[in-house]
């Protein structure tokens, strides 16, 4: 959503709503992942950054889905830069591999096996939080992300049966595949 969005669902002024945005920007908070042209302005589009997301149903728009994906894409280009980073590091400091977990795993589950895992990782991932070390006594920053999600066929199986079409080569107009380490 744009400023004018907030401010209009929420029944707020504009200048108000953009204090409070650029405050949450400086958080690190939400992300800006579109602008578009209103009249003679451009405007930014936000979405939050989920820093837990489970999500419980189709609660967004098409369109707000929508830029969620894109929110998933730049996090993940973000990754991409991170680990090529981290193996540079890697060839020199060898003891820096307590660091990372890297490991893709395709899973067969029921709806109860599912809900089980997303909660005890969840759970894993609120004890982390809650268990860290400052700088001062040793603490490296590290991201911890995981990603559980229905796999492309599975998907494609499901609005198939459906009968939907769902677009699943979309990605942003301006998002480009880079190599590890290419800027």
Do not use: C
């Not at 669902?9 to 209103?38: M, P």
């Not at 998933?72 to 991170?82: G, I, N, S, V």
Request: proline share 3%; no cysteine.
């Amino acid at each position: 959503m744009s400023v004018s969005d907030i401010a209009k669902e929420i029944g707020k002024s504009a200048q108000t709503v953009r204090y409070h945005v650029n405050a949450l920007l400086e958080l690190d908070l939400i992300l800006v992942v579109d602008e578009r042209k209103r009249r003679s302005r451009t405007e930014n589009l936000y979405v939050r950054k989920a820093v837990e997301s489970l999500d419980s149903g189709a609660e967004g728009t098409r369109e707000y889905n929508r830029y969620r994906a894109r929110g998933l894409a730049l996090e993940a280009r973000k990754m991409t830069r991170e680990t090529a980073g981290y193996y540079g590091v890697l060839e020199s400091d060898p003891s820096v591999v307590a660091y990372s977990l890297l490991r893709k795993t395709h899973l067969k589950l029921n709806v109860e096996q599912a809900r089980k895992l997303r909660q005890g990782i969840s759970q894993l991932f609120r004890e982390a939080t809650q268990n860290q070390t400052s700088r001062e006594d040793g603490g490296v920053q590290v991201n911890l992300f995981m990603y559980i999600m229905p796999t492309a066929h599975q998907s494609e199986l499901w609005a198939e049966s459906l009968g939907i079409t769902i677009p699943m080569d979309e990605l942003p107009d301006d998002f480009e595949e880079d190599s590890p380490g290419e800027e």
